[in-house]
Structures are given as C-alpha cells and as structure tokens.
C-alpha cells in the first residue's frame, strides 16, 4: 500500500501523502489565544490565516483544532511543524498526534470519501 501511494505521488504532480479538504466556517484553529479561519486540512495537517503574528518554516506551534459541520463536531490539542508561510497563510503539519485524534481524523476523512465514493 505504500509503495502504491509512493509510486501515484512520482507519477503525478501532487506531492501530498494526504489529500486536502476545503472547510466550512466554522473550522478554526487556536494559536496563542487567538482564532483563524481554516482554508483546508487533511489527515496529516492544516492551512489556515491570515497569521498576524511572526512564524518561519520548521517552527513548531501547539494549536487548538476545530471542526465543526453537520456530521462532525471535533476539537482536539495538536502539536504541528510550519511547512510554510506565503502572504500570511501558514501550512503545517501534526507532530505526535495522539492516537485517539487519528482516529477522529481518519473517522472524518472516511465518511467524506464514502459519501463522495471516492476509491482509496
């Protein structure tokens, strides 16, 4: 399985283990006491901002993840890597997610593939 997911990423352009889904409005994330719209996650990071503050790329962050639609409702503590910051958005990635978040994680991103009949 994951030499399949390893040749699909050299023989495309994406690059992301990963695929991303658009979020709602009321999916947030938490950063030192102040919320930010998420544009998009997937089930091994996020992308959010416009960041006010001063972040650079390998900087961890301890973030507050929420999301919220009309089958989910999940709010969990999460330490994430800076991929990158481009016109204040920042890209990250979970570090040392705790198990029973994965599995909230994974939970949401199935049934959206389920629901769409998406083949993974």
Known sequence: MLLATLKNMLMTDEKRVAPRVETGNACLIELDGK????????????YFGPYDGDIVPRQKLYLRVLVK??????DFPAEAVVARVQDGMVGAYFWKLNPGFKKQIYKYFSHYREERGDEY
């Open 35 to 46: 919320t930010y719209p998420m544009k998009n996650w997937s089930a091994t990071g996020v």
């Open 69 to 74: 639609d009309e089958v989910f409702d999940i």
